[in-house]
């Protein structure tokens, strides 16, 4: 069993950065491969980036290339997202999940286990 906290979402303005944190509870964190996924208001849910157990591999949806990045700290079972330049497109509760799968990495909903509540990011024109 994991459990999973983000913390880090907010107000922002266009532009700016955050920095979305994900703890997860259990001493196995490590095996997982760890995902983020956001939700707009009237919208699926979308993947946004996926990061492997070592924290060796990333992976992004096309459309988050290059203002996202992943990375993790099994010492401290957490993982995070690093987002910049946002946009108000990038409006959304941010979730992260975990998968016992490896590789490949996986992006799709169904392959995650564990969900956190998620994070609201809000980011103003």
């Known amino acids: 069993q994991v459990q999973l906290v983000e913390s880090g979402g907010g107000l922002v303005q266009a532009g700016g950065s955050l920095r979305l944190s994900c703890a997860a509870s259990?001493?196995?964190?490590?095996?997982?491969?760890m995902g983020w996924f956001r939700q707009a208001p009237g919208k699926e849910r979308e993947f946004v980036a996926a990061?492997?157990?070592?924290?060796?591999?990333?992976y992004f949806a096309n459309s988050m290339k290059g203002r996202f990045t992943a990375s993790r700290d099994n010492a401290k079972n957490t993982v995070y997202l690093q987002i910049n330049s946002l946009k108000p497109e990038d409006t959304a509760v941010y979730y992260c999940?975990?998968?016992?799968?490896?590789?490949?990495?996986?992006?799709?909903?169904?392959?995650?286990?564990?969900w956190g509540q998620g994070t609201q990011v809000t980011v103003s024109s």
């Open positions: 259990g001493r196995t964190f490590s095996s997982y491969a």
């Open positions: 990061i492997s157990w070592s924290g060796g591999s990333t």
């Open positions: 999940a975990a998968s016992p799968r490896h590789l490949p990495i996986p992006t799709a909903s169904y392959e995650y286990a564990y």
